[in-house]
T-cell receptor, first 114, second 114 residues
C-alpha cells in the first residue's frame, strides 16, 4: 500500500491564481480530511469527508473547496490564492471517526503564495 | 532541517536518557488523546493513543500518562535515540463548533544530543 499520497510536494502561486492540491489513499478509508499547518500552530482542519459524495467544513474552510467523487481521492481547490494561504497542507485518512481510528497523514504540500 | 513551528518549546536530551514531553489540553469532555511525531519535511505519524477512561498506556519505548484532573497529557520516551529527534504534538478528540473532531496542539521540538 502507498498509504496517503499528495501532489505536488511544492508549489508557488501568485495572488489570485487557482490550483488543486491532490490527495489519494489506497486503504479504502471512508474518512478523509485536509489540514493546514502554520508556524507555531497546531494542525487546523479545513474540510473533511465521511464518504464519497459527502463533504463538510472544518475550522478554517474559507477560500477552499473540496469534492469527493470517489473513495480514493479528495482534492482541495484554492479558488483565488491569497498570501494568507501560504502554509503546509496535509491530507489524512482514517477508517472511521473518533477514538480508535488512527489517522494516516500524507507527506504534505508546501504552498507559497506571492 | 525544517521546523514546522518557529516558536515551539524545545526539549534537548542526551542520547540514552529518558524524555518527557508535556501537553495541556483544553476540553474536559475530550474522550480520546493521541501523540504524533513529525520529522522534518514529513507528515505526522501516529505514536500512541489513550482513551479518557485510562490513566496510562505503554507502547514500545513510549508511555502516555493522562491526568484528567489537571487536563494534562505526557509522553515518556525511554532511552531516547537520535532518530527520536522530531516535533511531537498531542491531539484531543472532542466536540468543537464544527463537530466531533481532533484538535491539535502546536507541538514540542525534541532534540537528541549524541
Amino acid at each position: 500500500n502507498a498509504g496517503v499520497t499528495q501532489t505536488p510536494k511544492f508549489q508557488v502561486l501568485k495572488t489570485g491564481q487557482s490550483m488543486t492540491l491532490q490527495c489519494a489513499q489506497d486503504m479504502n478509508h471512508e474518512y478523509m480530511s485536509w489540514y493546514r499547518q502554520d508556524p507555531g500552530m497546531g494542525l487546523r482542519l479545513i474540510h473533511y469527508s465521511v464518504g464519497a459524495g459527502i463533504t463538510d467544513q472544518g475550522e478554517v474552510p474559507n477560500g477552499y473547496n473540496v469534492s469527493r467523487s470517489t473513495t480514493e481521492d479528495f482534492p482541495l481547490r484554492l479558488l483565488s490564492a491569497a498570501p494568507s494561504q501560504t502554509s503546509v497542507y496535509f491530507c489524512a485518512s482514517s477508517q472511521g471517526l473518533g477514538g480508535g481510528n488512527e489517522q494516516f497523514f500524507g507527506p504534505g504540500t508546501r504552498l507559497t503564495v506571492l | 532541517g525544517e521546523n514546522v513551528g518557529l516558536h515551539l518549546p524545545t526539549l534537548s536530551v542526551q542520547e540514552g536518557d529518558n524524555s518527557i514531553i508535556n501537553c495541556a489540553y483544553s476540553n474536559s469532555a475530550s474522550d480520546y488523546f493521541i501523540w504524533y511525531k513529525q520529522e522534518s519535511g514529513k507528515g505526522p505519524q501516529f505514536i500512541i493513543d489513550i482513551r479518557s477512561n485510562m490513566d496510562k498506556r505503554q507502547g514500545q519505548r513510549v508511555t502516555v500518562l493522562l491526568n484528567k484532573t489537571v487536563k494534562h497529557l505526557s509522553l515518556q520516551i525511554a532511552a531516547t535515540q537520535p532518530g527520536d529527534s522530531a516535533v511531537y504534538f498531542c491531539a484531543e478528540n472532542g466536540w468543537v463548533e464544527y463537530g466531533n473532531k481532533l484538535v491539535f496542539g502546536a507541538g514540542t521540538i525534541l532534540r537528541v544530543k549524541s
